[in-house]
């Protein structure tokens, strides 16, 4: 205990340049997961979240292939067939959620052929699936940074628009607000999301940082900006916490993230001010004895 509470025992990793990008990264993909997050689970595009990380495989196993930085060749895969998505799902006789479902399973298949000519092993393999945040480079680290910049400007100077369609979208199209255009902001916004978190957390498990400290931070509050904050922090805290867990256990960062992210969901579920399981089981408890009450 004493350990924990010594502030070297967290300084002595920091020695390390690799340690300090790795902690680097976690804070920023931190902030833009659940920024991010928090609208996507508002306008409900966890399925189109699911479909652009099996775009976002095939992007890196392609970069990969190629010697070129993960991160940039997800990030032009997943625009593109984000871009792909919204204008082939608005055809005529074609829904969105066919289109998703098409790129869906053919983004992944081209990943899974591609990735057979690749001359590497299963360890290259594992970090794609997986991630190896302490790997990042000098250069992804860089290009995460300008996408979380982006990104923070997108939300800042679009907030109102954004939060109207994520709440109202009907009322929006009455105002004359374009769907089709915020709907495709939100795509780029989620395929920058995802693109910059894979490295943290591998393919696999991105979108479960993406959804879960925003889907926590519902469970708390009603409030918008509220949520934002209270899911960046919920974010962090699995961040920070599951790399340093890592670090002195010796285990896969991305995957403890997650686990530590997942572990804070549950939490949430359970004790929700106003619909966690425990206050619902009190709330119920408290009329029955009202009810018997007013029956005697």
Wanted: net charge positive.
């Amino acid at each position: 205990m004493n350990g924990l509470l010594d502030p070297a025992t967290y300084l002595q990793p920091l020695q390390y340049p690799f340690m300090q990008r790795g902690l680097l990264a976690v804070v920023l993909v931190s902030i833009l997961c659940a920024l991010v997050g928090t609208f996507v689970v508002l306008r409900g595009l966890a399925f189109m979240g699911e479909a652009m990380r099996h775009a976002l495989f095939a992007g890196v196993v392609i970069s990969f292939l190629l010697g070129g930085s993960l991160i940039g060749g997800a990030l032009i895969f997943a625009l593109v067939v984000a871009w792909l998505i919204g204008v082939i799902g608005r055809r005529q006789g074609i829904g969105e959620d066919t289109a998703i479902g098409v790129f869906f399973s053919g983004s992944f298949a081209l990943g899974i052929v591609l990735l057979n000519f690749a001359q590497s092993g299963v360890s290259d393999l594992a970090t794609i699936l997986l991630g190896n945040v302490l790997g990042i480079s000098t250069f992804d680290l860089w290009l995460t940074v300008a996408v979380v910049a982006l990104a923070v400007l997108l939300v800042g100077l679009f907030y109102k628009e954004l939060v109207l369609v994520s709440f109202d979208p009907a009322l929006a199209a009455a105002q004359g607000r374009s769907l089709l255009a915020w709907d495709g902001m939100l795509l780029v916004l989620l395929a920058l999301a995802l693109t910059t978190a894979f490295q943290t957390v591998g393919n696999l498990l991105v979108l479960a940082l993406l959804l879960a400290p925003a889907a926590t931070a519902r469970l708390l509050t009603q409030r918008l900006s509220n949520m934002i904050f209270i899911a960046i922090g919920l974010a962090l805290i699995a961040g920070v916490t599951g790399l340093y867990i890592a670090y002195w256990r010796n285990l896969p960062p991305g995957p403890t993230i997650v686990l530590l992210s997942g572990v804070l969901f549950g939490l949430g579920l359970l004790f929700a001010p106003r619909t966690g399981v425990v206050q619902t089981f009190w709330q119920r408890r408290r009329l029955r004895q009202q009810s018997h009450k007013r029956a005697a």
